[in-house]
């Protein structure tokens, strides 16, 4: 079965610190993978997404960037963190790349606070 | 990209009430999803309908599609303490397979 891991589960980071945020996927191969930001009380917003390795679309201008350095990981980073930055990151994969058949599976989530 | 709309943003029952969630949107659609996400946790995939679907069911979820009215509703039966949650729709449109979320109802089921 195909399972998805997140880490480091909560994180605390002073303003202009970097960030690496890690996700990697089990039991499948060539998943679409994405990042989403999730501000309190609200919904998903799509920062990344990639179809393979080295590719990279971004949903949104922003501080922080994506990288799938191999098939089954993604890693989003920022150089410099602002306040604006925290919130609670989930990472998702899906199978497909056909409409009918696109179910997400989530990670369990980073929560950060930039202070 | 179009955006599911959930209403309404609260929802508060007694246990072993049914609980209605309902989405709308804007365009037409290619399929919709509905997720739960538990405080603090990630989402979890509940149901995918099609657009050429009008009615899907799994355990005691029950989802339906109007593509005529752009909207779809999520049906919890005999709710349970553990279906406190928010609840998500997700839509994908056109030729994107990505799905766009709304910004949830928050369930809360009192024991």
């Known amino acids: 079965s195909q399972t998805i891991h997140q880490w480091p589960a909560t994180l605390v980071q002073p303003v202009g610190s970097p960030l690496s945020l890690e996700c990697t996927v089990e039991?499948?191969?060539?998943?679409?993978l994405y990042w989403y930001r999730q501000a309190a009380g609200r919904g998903l917003q799509l920062l990344f997404y990639?179809?393979?390795?080295?590719?990279i679309s971004s949903e949104v201008p922003q501080n922080l960037s994506a990288s799938r350095p191999q098939d089954r990981q993604f890693i989003l980073s920022s150089k410099k963190l602002l306040l604006s930055d925290s919130g609670f990151y989930l990472c998702?994969?899906?199978?497909?790349?056909?409409?009918?058949?696109?179910?997400?599976?989530f990670g369990p989530g980073t929560r950060l606070t930039v202070l | 990209s179009q955006q599911g709309e959930e209403d309404p943003q609260a929802l508060s029952i007694q246990e072993g009430e049914n609980a209605t969630m309902n989405c709308s949107y804007k365009?037409?659609?290619?399929?919709l999803q509905w997720y739960r996400q538990n405080s603090g946790r990630g989402l979890v995939h509940l149901i995918l309908?099609?657009?050429?679907?009008r009615e899907k069911h799994s355990g005691r979820l029950r989802v339906t599609l109007d593509t005529s009215k752009k909207s779809s509703s999520l049906l919890i039966t005999a709710s349970r303490a553990a279906d406190t949650a928010s609840y998500f729709c997700?839509?994908?449109?056109?030729?994107?397979?990505?799905?766009?979320f709304g910004r949830g109802t928050s369930l809360i089921v009192h024991p």
């Open positions: 998702a994969w899906s199978a497909g790349r056909v409409r009918g058949y696109n179910e997400q599976f």
């Open positions: 039991g499948t191969s060539n998943p679409n």
């Open positions: 990639s179809v393979g390795i080295g590719q």
């Open positions: 365009t037409s659609i290619n399929n």
């Open positions: 309908i099609r657009s050429n679907e």
């Open positions: 997700a839509t994908s449109s056109g030729g994107s397979y990505i799905p766009t």
